[in-house]
Each structure stands twice: as structure tokens, then as C-alpha cells.
């Protein structure tokens, strides 16, 4: 197979990193890994975002960057602490690999930098394509940081586009796999009403377009990485019981859920939803493998 350019990777080693490398290298792509401790294999060069350090030398001949590095915001409580690690680790990150980029001869065509659907806050049922305005809450004001983070790149003449990337299922790790326990066990059941919506996306649908952005020259700006049809969350929650042959009875109040993650993270991430469309992905003729919920989750699954 022909080469088809070299590409850097951050956030290689999580759940999306870990699809789209191997991906990326049966298309013919040659990849480097940013990696934080010392590299251990040729593919590796070292970075420090907390430290505002990169190895700009080892980044040298790279064609194009995919930046999906950042702490998990679904791991513990959304505490002062844990706020600013997650929105540090995303615009530290972003700065600091949009200057290392923007500072290489020659530049790479195109830096494909993660955001989050949560830029546009909780919407109800309107229907949000790229032009949705911003929204609010803390998830869209770390989006916004996040994207503007990548300046430096914009600036140098480098294609940018920012990944608003939905809920994410995969056969193992991410939400679904929080998800299948509680199902299985017949305790699974809607949050509050099930009004939210719930933009989501396979992983393997997910590495796909993100070599898809890579590739195409017009593709610029915010680009929203979901399936082409939301779900509310009472309609997910049916489906993956049909799915798993479980009840799903045991509906979750808010209260609860306020009191068991606390009131902002159960507001912006379960109780809030945003009904995201794919308006970019499918104007330029990306094919997803999974567009319903159903046989999705039944290949998942």
C-alpha cells in the first residue's frame, strides 16, 4: 500500500486513540504517538502539556496532527479541582500542540483537534448543526477555550477543524460499557422524563471520519462527529434493554442523580442533551457504518 503521510497522534492510548491508530495504519498512514514519559518505540515522541513541552524535532516531516488528548470528564465527581484538570488538559494541550505545529518547516496540512458536542450546551428539541450558537454551562465554555486553543495553527495557514465529537459507544470501555452492568442486571431504566436527547457515535464510525476530515481539503471549522439520528434518552434506554433482553423499569430521578455525581455533572451530561446533527459529514458524503440505534448497539453488543 502506498504512503499516504506521516500523522501525529495525541491521546493514542484512550479509547478513541486506541481505534484510530490501527485504523489510520492499514489506510497507509505512517503514525508517531505523543506520548508523556520517555518514548519506547520509534513510533513515540515525547510531550509534557503541563509543562508546555514538546519534542518539535520528532514532530518533523509529519503531514497532518490529530489532537484528542484530555482528561476524562466522566471520571469522579466535577469538583473545583477536577473542573480545572479538565479544562486545563484541553487548552494547555491544544495551545501547546497548535504552536509546535504552527512553528514546523514545512507545516502540516491539517490539525483535527477534538471538541465536544457539549458546546452547545443543553438545547432541548432543536435540532443543532454547525452553526448553532454556543451554549452554556461549563462543558460549553470549556468547548469554546478548547477550540479557540487552536489559533496559533489557524493563523500559520494550517487547516483546522474541530472534532465536536458526540457520545461515544464502544464494545468496551466508554459509556456503554458503564451502561451494560446496570442493564443487565435489570436495574437500567430512563433519566428523569427520557426528554434529553443523546447525540451519539460508533467508535468505529468515529476513527472513520476522523481519516475522513484528514483527507478532505474542505472540510474546516466545526464539524460535528454524531450518527445522523439523536435518540432521547427514553428511546436509548428501550433499545439497549430490547438489545441486552432486559427490564428497564427503574427510572432514575434527578434528584438522585444530583446527589450521587453531583448537581452540575448530572445537569450537563445526564439530565441536559443536545439534538446534534451531522450537517458537514454529510454534505461532503462521509458513509457511516451504524446511522440507527438498534443494529448498532446489536454490533456493539
Known amino acids: 500500500m502506498a504512503e499516504r503521510g506521516k500523522v ?13 491508530v ?3 495504519r492499514r489506510q497507509g498512514f505512517e ?16 510531550w509534557d502539556p503541563d509543562a508546555g513541552t514538546i519534542d518539535s524535532e520528532g514532530l518533523q516531516g509529519i503531514t497532518a496532527a490529530i489532537h484528542l488528548a484530555g482528561d476524562n470528564v466522566a471520571s469522579g465527581r466535577w469538583t473545583d479541582a477536577k473542573k480545572a484538570r479538565i479544562r486545563d488538559s484541553r487548552v494547555r494541550g491544544t495551545a501547546l500542540i ?6 514546523l518547516s514545512p507545516k502540516p496540512r491539517v490539525l483535527v483537534s477534538a471538541s ?13 448543526d454547525e452553526s448553532a450558537a454556543q451554549g452554556s454551562g461549563f462543558l460549553a465554555s470549556v468547548c469554546g477555550e478548547w477550540e479557540a486553543a487552536a489559533t496559533a495553527a489557524r493563523d500559520a495557514g494550517i487547516r483546522v477543524v474541530h472534532a465536536r465529537i458526540g457520545v461515544v459507544l464502544a464494545p468496551s470501555g466508554g459509556a456503554l460499557a458503564k451502561m ?15 426528554s434529553q436527547y443523546m447525540s451519539w457515535i460508533t467508535l468505529e464510525d ?12 474542505e472540510l474546516e471549522g466545526p464539524v460535528n462527529f454524531v450518527s445522523p439520528t439523536a435518540v432521547t434518552n427514553a428511546d436509548f ?49 462521509f458513509r457511516w457504518e451504524h446511522t440507527t440505534l438498534e443494529p448498532a448497539l446489536r454490533a456493539l453488543l
Do not use: N, W
Not at 501525529?8 to 484510530?20: D, I, K
Not at 427510572?251 to 455533572?265: C, N, S
Open 31 to 46: 503514525v508517531l504517538r505523543l506520548v508523556r514519559q520517555a518514548p519506547s518505540a520509534d513510533d513515540e515522541v515525547r
Open 237 to 285: 434506554t428501550a433499545t439497549l434493554g430490547r438489545v441486552l433482553k432486559r427490564p428497564t423499569v427503574l427510572p432514575v430521578p434527578k434528584f438522585a442523580l444530583r446527589l450521587g455525581v453531583g448537581a452540575d455533572m448530572a445537569d450537563e451530561m445526564l439530565i441536559g442533551g443536545s439534538r446534534v446533527t451531522p450537517a458537514l459529514l454529510q454534505a461532503h458524503g
Open 116 to 128: 465536544a458536542v457539549g458546546y452547545y450546551g443543553a438545547c432541548g428539541e432543536e435540532t443543532l
Open 98 to 103: 497548535a504552536r509546535a505545529l504552527a512553528e
Open 206 to 217: 468515529l476513527g472513520s471520519a476522523l481519516v475522513f476530515a484528514l483527507e478532505r481539503d
Open 22 to 24: 490501527p485504523t489510520l
Open 8 to 20: 501525529a497522534v495525541t491521546g493514542a492510548s484512550g479509547l478513541v486513540g486506541r481505534e484510530l
Open 180 to 194: 451494560k452492568l446496570p442493564f443487565l442486571l435489570g436495574l437500567g431504566g430512563r433519566i428523569g422524563d427520557g
